[in-house]
C-alpha cells in the first residue's frame, strides 16, 4: 500500500492507493458472496449459475462494499504507520478505480493544531476591566472587573494558532445547516432569511467563517491552558453540578458516563476561565 501525506497547518490529507491484486481478491470475494444470495426462477437460492446471477447484481453496489471493506483498514493502517492523530473522522474521496486497477482514494483530516501560548498571563495583566452594569442600568458594586470575553479577545490577539482549515469548514457547515432548521421552522427560506437581513450568501459565509474560526480558537486555547496549567475536577464538583440539574431526568443523564464527561468539560473550561481573569487582576 502506496501512501502519500500533506499538511497544511494542522489539516491533513493523504492520498492512500492499495494495490490491484488486493482490489481483484476483494472484489472476486465480495461477487462470490453476493451471487450465493441471488434467486431465479426455478433454481434454488445459491444455486443459481454464475451467468444469470450476474445480471442481477449491481457493480455500483458491489463497489459501494468493496470500498467498506478494503477503504477503513487501509485508514487505519496510514494513520498508525505516519503517527497521525486525528480529532475528526476522515473526509472520503475515491480518486480512481476501476476493475482490476489499483484503488486510489484520498482521506482529509485534522491534528489537533499546534499552539504557541506566548507569555499570555504577562499580557492578561494588561488589561483593563468594565464597570459591570445592573439590571437597573447602574454600575455594580466592586468596580471594573475583566471579563470572559476580554481575556478571550487577549488571548486570540496574543497567542499563536492557526486553525486547520478542514474544521472551520465543517463548522461552517453545521451553522448552516442551523440556520436552515430554524428558518423552515419559521415557514421561511434561506433566501427570505438573507434578504430580511440584507445580506448575500457569500456574505452569510464569510460572517460564519469569522465567527467559526474564533470560536475554535477560543476552544482550543482554554483546552492548552487547561491541560498546561493541569485543571483538575473533583467528583465532588461533578456530583454537586449533577444535584443543581433542575429535574431527575436530567440528573440520571448526567449521571451517565457520557454526562459525567459533559459535565466535567464544562466545569474544566470555568476553572479555567476563572483562572485567565483571576491572573490577569494581578497587576
Known amino acids: 500500500m ?41 433454481f434454488r437460492k445459491g444455486k443459481v ?11 455500483d453496489s458491489l463497489a459501494e462494499v468493496l470500498f467498506n471493506k478494503l477503504i477503513p483498514p487501509a485508514y487505519t493502517t496510514a494513520i498508525e504507520k505516519e503517527d497521525i492523530k486525528p480529532i475528526i473522522p476522515p473526509q472520503l474521496k475515491i480518486l480512481s478505480y476501476r476493475k482490476d486497477t489499483d484503488l486510489v482514494f484520498e482521506a482529509k483530516t485534522a491534528e489537533r493544531p499546534k499552539i504557541d501560548l506566548k507569555d499570555y498571563k504577562t499580557s492578561l495583566k494588561k488589561l483593563k476591566g468594565k464597570l459591570i452594569y445592573g439590571p437597573e442600568g447602574k454600575p455594580l458594586k466592586g468596580g471594573e472587573k475583566v471579563t470572559a470575553g476580554q481575556v478571550l479577545e487577549k488571548l486570540r490577539e496574543t497567542v499563536v494558532l492557526t486553525i486547520p482549515p478542514i474544521l472551520i469548514e465543517q ?24 434578504l430580511s437581513q440584507g445580506k448575500t450568501a457569500e456574505q452569510l459565509k464569510k460572517e460564519y467563517q469569522e465567527i467559526a474560526e474564533r470560536n475554535l480558537k477560543d476552544e482550543f486555547l482554554v483546552s492548552e491552558i487547561t491541560i498546561r496549567e493541569k485543571m483538575e475536577i473533583t467528583p465532588q464538583e461533578v456530583e454537586e453540578a449533577i444535584a443543581a440539574a433542575p429535574d431527575e431526568k436530567t440528573k440520571e443523564t448526567f449521571h451517565q458516563e457520557a454526562g459525567r464527561r459533559y459535565i466535567e468539560d464544562i466545569l474544566r473550561k470555568r476553572k479555567t476561565l476563572e483562572f485567565l481573569i483571576k491572573t490577569s487582576e494581578e497587576k
Request: charged fraction near 30%; glycine fraction near 6%; proline fraction near 4%.
Open 49 to 59: 449459475p454464475t451467468r444469470i446471477g450476474e445480471k442481477q447484481l449491481s457493480e
Open 171 to 194: 463548522e461552517v457547515q453545521r451553522m448552516l445547516s442551523s440556520l436552515i432548521d430554524q428558518t423552515q421552522k419559521l415557514g421561511i427560506t434561506v433566501e427570505q432569511y438573507l
Open 2 to 42: 502506496k501512501i502519500e501525506v500533506k499538511r497544511n497547518f494542522g489539516e491533513v490529507t493523504l492520498t492512500i492507493t492499495i494495490p490491484a491484486q488486493k482490489v481483484t481478491e476483494t472484489f472476486t470475494k465480495i461477487k462470490k458472496e453476493a451471487l450465493r444470495e441471488v434467486s431465479a426462477p426455478g
